[in-house]
């Protein structure tokens, strides 16, 4: 061991440093990585706590012996979480590393923010966005905005640079493009008129691969192109928004999770989801808003005539469970064909905290079962999303009791 390179002990410190929770560094999102690939980027406190995960290993690291611990301090902004109440980055309880007077290379950044001035915080962040490809290798930044902000504001434009949020186009060239980005998600939890500019986005981070959109009110003369992007989630979509979506551009989707979305799923794949179906790998659908409480007038009981033959090579779909254990549903007026490839089909439940996701699985599985009509190439899988714990169930007909059923943490086996 004495006899290994400095270079070979710092590709191995580097490695040891990262995570195993973000799919999106080792491997490429598939309808059997899709489930735990969106939990870590839904919920925010799911990402703190890998974030608390990978800077306990780090200190573990730093104790090694004097060489581990400059190296460590030298990478000590491979993740950059910052809180706009708190000092602007802290990481391991000690002075950052910094080079030429600036932040170090980044990987992965995400920001909290509740003040309703944000523009500081976005200030000190511009620069990481704007650094050029060969200086920066920057994978992954989460903007999650829980404050209200000042009317008309445009938090974009003091992350990446003014423009208009009418402009309808991403034609235009533009100085700070960003190309190693590859995952980009944006949450408004204050339902305020601010806009967000998607030919901001479209311009500026142009090698997207994933795009998540929660609360993000648009115009409708937006739209939005972006060549290389693969999985795309957008929960609470404003109706700009959905007017719009008819006119994206991105030759590359292969999954897609619409949440809330207050339109009938007939409407939602002739504005959008049609002219993507005959390339898309994993859907997952919830047409219910429940802060709105509403209920629209034809929900998703029966899938429409053709859907399946629209989804030729669709793996996986995802329902609310209210959708599956509902009376009125009995399994699929048109089913897919037995040579269809789907293969999951995906219903998730909401526990309280402190409950058994086992107790809750056991009673839908029971609700489902005398419904169930689908061939017997399909599964049911059943999970609680907030904790990321999710049963396959391998034969739900003949036997529905828990030895039946294969515990997984969102990577499915493909069948």
């Not at 002990?9 to 999102?29: R, V």
């Not at 995400?110 to 915080?121: F, G, H, K, L």
């Amino acid at each position: 061991m004495e006899r290994v390179s400095v270079e070979i002990w710092q590709q191995i410190l580097l490695k040891a440093m990262e995570t195993n929770d973000w799919p999106i560094f080792a491997t490429s999102c598939t309808p059997y990585t899709f489930l735990a690939f969106i939990d870590l980027h839904d919920w925010y406190n799911r990402y703190q706590e890998s974030n608390g995960k990978y800077l306990e290993q780090r200190r573990h690291l730093r104790l090694v012996c004097r060489a581990w611990n400059e190296f460590v301090l030298f990478t000590s902004h491979r993740w950059l979480q910052l809180e706009d109440r708190s000092p602007m980055y802290k990481l391991d309880s000690t002075t950052t590393a910094r080079t030429n007077g600036g932040v170090g290379p980044v990987e992965k950044l995400s920001m909290a923010i509740m003040s309703r001035d944000v523009t500081p915080i976005l200030s000190w962040a511009s620069p990481i966005l704007k650094r050029p490809a060969s200086q920066s290798p920057l994978r992954t930044y989460i903007l999650f905005i829980r404050g209200v902000l000042r009317p008309g504001y445009n938090p974009l434009d003091d992350l990446i640079g003014t423009t208009t949020t009418q402009d309808p186009g991403c034609s235009n060239t533009n100085s700070n493009t960003n190309t190693t980005l590859r995952a980009l998600s944006i949450v408004m939890l204050s339902y305020s008129s601010n806009f967000i500019s998607l030919s901001q986005i479209c311009r500026t981070f142009t090698g997207l691969r994933m795009l998540l959109l929660i609360a993000v009110i648009t115009t409708p003369q937006q739209t939005l192109s972006l060549a290389h992007l693969e999985v795309l989630y957008v929960r609470y979509p404003s109706e700009a928004m959905l007017e719009s979506m008819g006119r994206w551009d991105m030759p590359a989707l292969r999954h897609v999770s619409l949440e809330y979305f207050n339109m009938p799923l007939t409407g939602m794949l002739d504005c959008f989801l049609g002219q993507w179906a005959h390339q898309i790998e994993t859907l997952w659908l919830s047409e219910f808003d429940p802060v709105r409480s509403s209920l629209l007038a034809s929900p998703l009981y029966d899938l429409p005539s053709g859907f399946w033959a629209q989804f030729a090579i669709l793996r996986l779909l995802g329902l609310d469970c209210k959708t599956l254990q509902c009376k009125k549903w009995s399994g699929w007026s048109i089913m897919p064909p037995p040579t269809h490839p789907c293969r999951y089909l995906v219903c998730p439940i909401f526990t309280v905290e402190g409950s058994k996701v086992a107790h809750h699985v056991g009673r839908q599985v029971e609700d489902i079962r005398a419904r169930w009509t689908w061939h017997d190439g399909v599964r049911l899988v059943l999970g609680d999303t907030h904790r990321g714990q999710y049963y396959v169930v391998k034969n739900i007909q003949d036997d529905p009791s828990f030895a039946n059923m294969e515990k997984t943490a969102g990577i499915l086996p493909e069948l």
